[in-house]
């Protein structure tokens, strides 16, 4: 079956940077988009990478662009999120997604949540003052 494991993801201070890893198994990349999300307590699931095709130049959240690189591997079947100059608002648990698509998405499309329906378990992100 698909499935999607994060990891990389523990405690950091401010200022400091984190690579996150997005291992898939029973698919690969091709013909699918993948995403980033984070998800902090009480606040709804939030679209921080995400690209039609590992082929395409990525979107970044406002949040984080400058900050935040997303890549991949296609040797390794795993896309990565490298998180630089962390702030304690970065604090989260992280998910990757994945989903099945035929054609290229629009920016807004491409990083909402209810696009996706594969899903990791999430990886913990937190990040002092």
């Known amino acids: 079956e698909v499935q999607l494991v994060e990891s990389g993801g523990g405690l950091v201070q401010a200022g400091g940077s984190l690579r996150l890893s997005c291992a898939a198994s029973?698919?690969?990349?091709?013909?699918?988009?993948i995403g980033w999300f984070r998800q902090a307590p009480g606040k709804e699931r939030e679209g921080v990478s995400c690209?039609?095709?590992?082929?395409?130049?990525?979107y970044y959240a406002d949040s984080v662009r400058g900050r935040f690189f997303f890549s991949s591997d296609k040797t390794k079947n795993t896309v990565y999120l490298q998180m630089n100059s962390l702030k304690p608002e970065d604090t989260a648990v992280y998910y990757c997604?994945?989903?099945?698509?035929?054609?290229?998405?629009?920016?807004?499309?491409?990083?909402?949540?209810?696009?996706?329906?594969?899903w990791g378990e999430g990886t913990q992100v937190t990040v002092s003052s």
């Open positions: 997604a994945a989903a099945q698509l035929r054609t290229l998405l629009d920016v807004h499309t491409v990083c909402s949540a209810p696009t996706y329906e594969y």
């Open positions: 029973g698919f690969t990349f091709d013909g699918y988009a």
């Open positions: 690209t039609s095709s590992v082929d395409v130049k990525p």
